[in-house]
């Protein structure tokens, strides 16, 4: 996880949280907010070779598809849930937002966003598009979902979820006057804080 | 490897979780590798119900090596020049330790059927009195698969200070009711052979080692997965020079046959009573109102619960049950989903992930 998108998480977590993280990949992030923020945090990933990363960091993981296993985490007393870049992955997105929030009082959410100018060019001359977010070619991705911060915010409406924060970050991970005005089509990339 | 096998005498009486009393014992022990100095590098290996105290190496010319060998050894998952493993035979067993085929001091006879019931608590009792006298105060890691990863579980929550880590592998909180059926039926066969005597049959002079192995042929089914059965005997029929029997047509049977008969050679029939019964009964919850979330939340130690896919014994489901009672007690605890190709066995036998996990969870700090 980038450094700037790493610190902004990590600000918004309470101390001696319980946290899951969904799509944990190696437990970078879990063992950092252990770190710093003395959290008692688990992930759910579903790649054996992420896991043993996960095993090796000493971060608690479970071997879990998360549209299958999302709504097990219901009553087990999480105060955050983490889901960072991993939304456009799964086969339910909307199934798994609106159990993310029944799993823990406030969700943290980062998705990469596909309305970003490099992308909309990319498409423009004719291929699909790819960035720093999304280097993965269309035969290889395991993104499924991919959506826009437009297409996001509107589900959130839909689905009356609370945007208790938001940030937008550009391709260098950093938060302009651009990003802010235009974020749909200035942002690579959208953090939110759902409670 | 530095292997060093020993029988440890226990003068001590040891009263077990039925009440009844043992008035001393002994342990059947085997340790590969060297104790350090700061007594901070032991790992027990627990053994599963037909398992042994021979866990790794070969003892003699042409012997079958010890049961995890695949994974016990110098550089290996476990690795030797690292840690120092302990392995035992538990009481009950009839590999050297105390068990129905000892002598009763009070009677001077086998125990025969009257050896006391014994437990998963008891076992872990009498294996943290031989962690005390190798002076060891906490071990690094407790490990076993099945009916041995019920120990490690027991001593998670019997011992939070005296273990680091628990690896947990096709194991269960407690058996599902199909399992204390299938057990049933193979204590019923064990029972009905002519030569059981009601368990008294060793004053017979007999064995019944009939019934035993018709008992192993049945758990060796539920040992192995469907597609490992059928890839490895398929429809083949028997070589009839080799037919154990002139009825047998198929490959498959003649296998039953021969492991069945094996296995009926080394094992005793009490001992196969006494230890299915011990893993019927296990269900730490039980003291804890039922609750397996308040039975966990005292474990200090780190756990690692890995269940195989092909195993239908103790299928997944049980691994994760005990992973999600973890996590609502808030414990330390990862649940891992391994392939394994041989059923339930798959846990006795080495494959690259399952060793890279176990591997990377003992070599973990913190």
Redesign the interface.
């Known amino acids: 996880m980038d450094k700037i998108l790493q610190t902004i998480v990590i600000d918004w977590i309470p101390d001696k949280a319980?946290v899951v993280d969904f799509g944990c990949g190696d437990g970078a992030l879990l063992r950092i907010l252990a770190e710093e923020k003395s959290i008692?945090g688990?992930g759910v990933e579903n790649d054996?070779v992420k896991?043993?990363g996960?095993?090796?960091?000493?971060v608690?993981?479970?071997?879990?598809d998360i549209d299958e296993c999302i709504q097990?985490?219901r009553?087990?007393?999480f105060d955050v849930a983490i889901m960072a870049s991993s939304i456009q992955c799964l086969r339910k997105p909307r199934n798994a937002m609106q159990n993310i929030l029944k799993v823990a009082n406030e969700c943290v959410i980062t998705l990469p966003n596909f309305g970003n100018w490099e992308l909309r060019a990319g498409l423009l001359r004719g291929k699909m598009p790819s960035s720093v977010q999304l280097p993965a070619k269309w035969y290889e991705t395991k993104n499924l979902h991919l959506c826009t911060i437009v297409d996001f915010e509107e589900l959130c409406k839909e689905e009356s979820f609370n945007i208790k924060k938001k940030v937008y970050l550009n391709n260098k991970g950093a938060s302009s006057w651009l990003t802010n005005t235009f974020p749909n089509l200035f942002a690579a990339e959208a953090v939110y804080l759902i409670g | 490897m530095n292997v060093v096998s020993k029988k440890i005498l226990f003068n001590e009486p040891l009263t077990l979780g039925s009440g009844e009393m043992l008035p001393g014992f002994e342990l059947m022990t085997e340790t590969y590798g060297e104790l350090n100095q700061e007594k901070s590098n032991a790992v027990l290996v627990c053994h599963a119900f037909s398992g042994n105290h021979h866990a790794a190496g070969i003892k003699e010319e042409n012997a079958k090596p010890g049961w995890w060998d695949e994974l016990i050894g110098d550089g290996k998952t476990i690795d030797t020049e690292k840690y120092f493993i302990v392995s035992l035979n538990n009481i009950g067993g009839c590999h050297g330790s105390t068990g129905p085929t000892s002598i009763s001091p009070k009677t001077e006879q086998a125990f025969g059927a009257g050896f006391p019931e014994v437990s998963v608590s008891d076992w872990v009792e009498t294996q943290k009195l031989l962690a005390d006298h190798l002076e060891i105060d906490c071990w690094e890691m407790v490990v076993g698969g099945s009916l041995g990863g019920m120990q490690a579980l027991q001593w998670a929550i019997s011992y939070p200070d005296k273990i680091k880590k628990a690896a947990i592998i096709a194991a269960s909180s407690k058996i599902s009711t199909q399992n204390i059926a299938l057990n049933e039926v193979a204590r019923e066969i064990i029972k009905k052979d002519e030569c059981f005597h009601n368990g008294d049959y060793l004053s017979h002079g007999e064995t019944p080692s009939k019934g035993l192995k018709a008992a192993r042929m049945l758990g060796h089914i539920t040992y192995l997965s469907e597609s490992n059965m059928s890839k490895r005997f398929g429809r083949k029929l028997q070589d009839p020079q080799t037919k154990m029997d002139a009825d047998i047509n198929y490959e498959v049977e003649n296998y039953l046959q021969y492991k069945g008969e094996q296995f009926a050679k080394t094992f005793d029939a009490n001992s196969y009573i006494l230890m299915t019964k011990a893993m019927d009964s296990f269900d730490p919850a039980k003291n804890f109102d039922h609750d397996l979330v308040k039975c966990l939340k005292s474990i200090q130690a780190?756990l690692?619960i890995a269940s195989f896919d092909s195993d239908w014994l103790f299928p997944k489901e049980y691994g994760?049950d005990i992973?999600?009672s973890a996590?609502?007690a808030?414990i330390?605890?990862?649940?891992?989903?391994l392939n394994g190709e041989y059923g339930h066995d798959s846990f006795l036998f080495y494959s690259n992930?399952y060793s890279?996990?176990l591997k990377?969870?003992l070599?973990?700090?913190?």
Not at chain 2, 332 to 337: A, G, L, R, V
Request: glycine letters at 6%; charged letters at 20%; one cysteine or more.
């Open positions: 319980k008692l688990y054996p896991i043993n996960c095993i090796k960091n000493g608690p993981v479970i071997q879990q097990h985490y009553d087990m007393d | 780190k690692l994760l992973q999600m996590i609502k808030g330390d605890s990862t649940y891992i989903e992930d890279v996990a990377n969870f070599n973990s700090n913190g």
